[in-house]
């Protein structure tokens, strides 16, 4: 079996390949290609598994070109879809594809002068001159609607099971899209294989077909699972549904670091084989030692600093590593006065929060501050008591009734962390 094959197998990232696929990979070196659809400004940890194959696929030897839809993501790719999406106007895609173009160029190698160095290609620059007429003459008519009606994509939306009933005309005409970019990346590149995730398969295998018929010649096609959690649910957005992005304005990698280091035993066994690239060996060593002491989470934690500082850097990954510490009670007050202002809102983001005069907040008893100062606490009587409980933390440090702030209590120079208990947070903002 071909190299690249066989470890896409064990790490289980291997869902389906049409008959010759390997055999093209052990004869020459393949140029090889998955699009990215710019329907945001950055991409998600969605695309990370399709981002990663084409990171193994380059590692084996192979050629890699990443595609931004330019053109596609005008009309929206329907597989798996339960309705039709906006479209966006020309501008606000040109920014997405700009924005995506950018993050690709972090994760694969498109310098030196190696015959597999990766491409980026846009497909609004070979359609973008192709009219209507001449496209529906010169490829349209290669493929029947009976064969493009019998794709599960459109079958699903056309038999209701997807939610709805049927599909525009743009939508339908999404296939042939995509099937022409391989024919016209075949014909130009030299790309004999497109991949994708196992809901493309339809999608892939119309662009095989129509370089059969119209170029005459062989293309191929291979696809990896779409990644759930172990009990079925989706993947890589929050209990609020919202998304997991590689763009740290949009996800902090504090944020995205907790993300991974919180997934379940058995997801992460799973993940760690998907989204790092630490060798069979290692991982199956991790593991192990995981199921010894899965309390303390070694699984999990390596997981998350792989992943991390693949996305983001290292650098990112010490500072959510650090934020982490802090929120989790293994860190001192030095720690916490250290963090910068961002940082620490990313670590306590939606603890509530007031302002208060600096005046007030240096020159207050704590029973003040906890209460008539700040609101944290609904009397100076309650204070009273949960001091005298030993329940009250500033700076995540027990303090007593005669706690005063000074200069070097406050983080980044303006913030107090007040606590009650384990888990009630507010924040004091000096101003």
């Given at each position: 079996m071909n190299a690249f094959i066989e470890e896409l197998k064990w790490r289980g990232l291997y869902a389906d390949m049409m008959p010759g696929t390997d055999e093209?990979?052990?004869?020459?070196?393949?140029?090889?290609?998955?699009?990215?659809?710019?329907?945001?400004?950055?991409?998600?940890?969605?695309?990370?598994?399709?981002?990663?194959?084409?990171?193994?696929?380059?590692q084996h030897g192979h050629k890699p070109i990443a595609l931004v839809g330019g053109a596609t993501g005008m009309i929206g790719d329907p597989s798996g879809k339960s309705s039709e999406r906006n479209l966006l106007d020309e501008a606000t895609l040109n920014h997405y594809v700009d924005c995506i173009k950018g993050q690709l160029s972090r994760f694969l190698n498109f310098e030196g002068n190696e015959p597999n160095k990766a491409e980026l290609v846009n497909n609004y620059d070979w359609m973008k001159t192709f009219t209507f007429l001449d496209f529906v003459r010169d490829i349209g008519k290669h493929l029947t609607v009976n064969y493009m009606?019998?794709?599960?994509?459109?079958?699903?939306?056309?038999?209701?099971?997807?939610?709805?009933?049927?599909?525009?005309?743009?939508?339908?005409?999404?296939?042939l899209l995509q099937g022409y970019d391989f024919l016209h990346l075949y014909q130009n590149n030299g790309v004999k294989l497109q991949m994708g995730g196992s809901d493309q398969w339809g999608n892939i295998t119309t662009g095989t077909e129509l370089i059969r018929r119209k170029a005459q010649g062989e293309a191929f096609a291979l696809?990896?699972?779409?990644?759930?959690?172990?009990?079925?649910?989706?993947?890589?957005?929050?209990?609020?549904?919202?998304?997991?992005?590689?763009?740290?304005?949009?996800?902090?990698?504090?944020?995205?670091?907790?993300?991974?280091?919180?997934?379940?035993?058995?997801?992460?066994?799973?993940?760690?084989?998907?989204?790092?690239?630490?060798?069979?060996?290692?991982?199956?060593?991790?593991?192990?030692?995981?199921?010894?002491?899965?309390?303390?989470?070694?699984?999990?934690?390596?997981?998350?600093?792989?992943?991390?500082?693949?996305?983001?850097?290292?650098?990112?990954?010490?500072?959510?590593?650090?934020?982490?510490?802090?929120?989790?009670?293994?860190?001192?007050?030095?720690?916490?006065?250290?963090?910068?202002?961002?940082?620490?809102?990313?670590?306590?983001?939606?603890?509530?929060?007031?302002?208060v005069a600096k005046s007030d907040v240096l020159g207050s008893n704590i029973i003040d501050l906890l209460s008539e100062k700040s609101g944290f606490l609904?009397?100076?009587?309650?204070?009273?008591?949960?001091l005298q409980g030993n329940a009250i933390s500033v700076n995540k440090e027990k303090v007593k009734d005669d706690f005063v702030a000074d200069e070097k209590n406050l983080i980044d120079g303006k913030f107090l962390l007040l606590q009650k208990g384990k888990k009630q947070y507010f924040i004091v903002k000096a101003v």
């Open positions: 093209q990979l052990n004869k020459e070196m393949t140029t090889a290609y998955i699009g990215f659809d710019p329907t945001a400004d950055s991409l998600h940890i969605g695309s990370l598994i399709q981002i990663k194959i084409l990171a193994h696929f380059q009606m019998a794709k599960d994509s459109v079958k699903k939306r056309f038999s209701g099971e997807a939610g709805i009933d049927g599909m525009s005309f743009t939508e339908f005409t999404y296939q696809t990896v699972p779409l990644i759930t959690k172990a009990d079925g649910s989706k993947f890589g957005k929050s209990e609020a549904g919202e998304n997991y992005w590689l763009d740290a304005k949009k996800t902090s990698p504090y944020k995205f670091y907790q993300f991974w280091v919180n997934a379940t035993d058995e997801d992460a066994e799973r993940f760690i084989k998907f989204y790092t690239f630490l060798p069979k060996e290692e991982i199956e060593a991790l593991v192990e030692e995981h199921q010894t002491a899965p309390h303390e989470r070694k699984l999990q934690k390596k997981l998350a600093e792989e992943v991390t500082i693949w996305v983001h850097g290292k650098a990112e990954y010490e500072k959510a590593l650090k934020a982490s510490e802090i929120l989790f009670g293994r860190s001192t007050a030095e720690d916490l006065v250290s963090l910068d202002e961002e940082l620490f809102l990313q670590i306590f983001d939606g603890v509530p929060q007031a302002e609904k009397s100076k009587g309650e204070a009273k008591r949960e």
